[in-house]
T-cell receptor, first 114, second 111 residues
Framework: DQQVKQNSPSLSVQEGRISILNCDYTNSMFDYFLWYKKYPAEGPTFLISISSIKDKNEDGRFTVFLNKSAKHLSLHIVPSQPGDSAVYFCAASEMGGSQGNLIFGKGTKLSVKP | KAGVTQTPRYLIKTRGQQVTLSCSPISGHRSVSWYQQTPGQGLQFLFEYFSETQRNKGNFPGRFSGRQFSNSRSEMNVSTLELGDSALYLC??????????FGPGTRLTVL
């Protein structure tokens, strides 16, 4: 049973436009959420995180929104750049992120076209 | 500051063999986690070690095991390899979850 779901395997966006990547979770005990970006032949790179006590966290072009009642989070990238083309993973954790067990979604491949 | 190092980067084994993968965390990081990435399942948590003790374990069979040494370096071992064990094995070190840093991974192919 998948606890973290990314229902869109791929997303294609024009350069300069907004990219919206979505993630749903089922475990109400999750209280810390993260987004990672992964290029081929490299390990995932941490992008941004959000605690369940917040509904929004912003870092430059990246904003994560959390809707606890819907058990849904999304990553917005504005404006999208060709270098953002990668696989994006949503991850969740219990215990406020104090321990290392992250549950990942299967990823969404983002393609940003020039 | 050196990143997380994983060796070897690529490995080819045959069914029934065993394999040991190594991970050197970032200096000062005491937590090391292992993940398996496959096309169909995404990243799945294997186990986490902290100060030489296994702190968390994912839902993998006993053929998958690991350990951590006093210098925080970690190894994972897979015995009696199966074709389905072919995957990218990722190691991550951290002080806290938010600072988890992944290595480049070891690509294991089982023939």
């Amino acid at each position: 049973d998948q606890q973290v779901k990314q229902n869109s395997p791929s997303l294609s966006v024009q350069e300069g436009r907004i990219s919206i990547l979505n993630c749903d979770y089922t475990n109400s005990m999750f209280d810390y959420f993260l987004w990672y970006k992964k290029y081929p032949a490299e390990g995932p790179t941490f992008l941004i995180s959000i605690s369940s006590i917040k509904d929004k966290n912003e870092d430059g072009r990246f904003t994560v929104f959390l809707n606890k009642s819907a058990k849904h989070l999304s990553l917005h990238i504005v404006p999208s750049q060709p270098g953002d083309s990668a696989v994006y993973f949503c991850a969740a954790s219990e215990m406020g992120g104090s321990q290392g067990n992250l549950i990942f979604g299967k990823g969404t491949k983002l393609s940003v076209k020039p | 500051k050196a990143g997380v190092t994983q060796t070897p980067r690529y490995l080819i084994k045959t069914r029934g063999q065993q394999v040991t993968l190594s991970c050197s965390p970032i200096s000062g990081h005491r937590s090391v986690s292992w993940y398996q990435q496959t096309p169909g399942q995404g990243l799945q948590f294997l186990f986490e070690y902290f100060s030489e003790t296994q702190r968390n374990k994912g839902n993998f069979p006993g053929r998958f095991s690991g350990r951590q040494f006093s210098n925080s370096r970690s190894e994972m071992n897979v015995s009696t390899l199966e074709l389905g064990d072919s995957a990218l094995y990722l190691c991550a070190s951290s002080l806290e979850v938010s600072s988890k840093v992944f290595g480049p991974g070891t690509r294991l192919t089982v023939l």
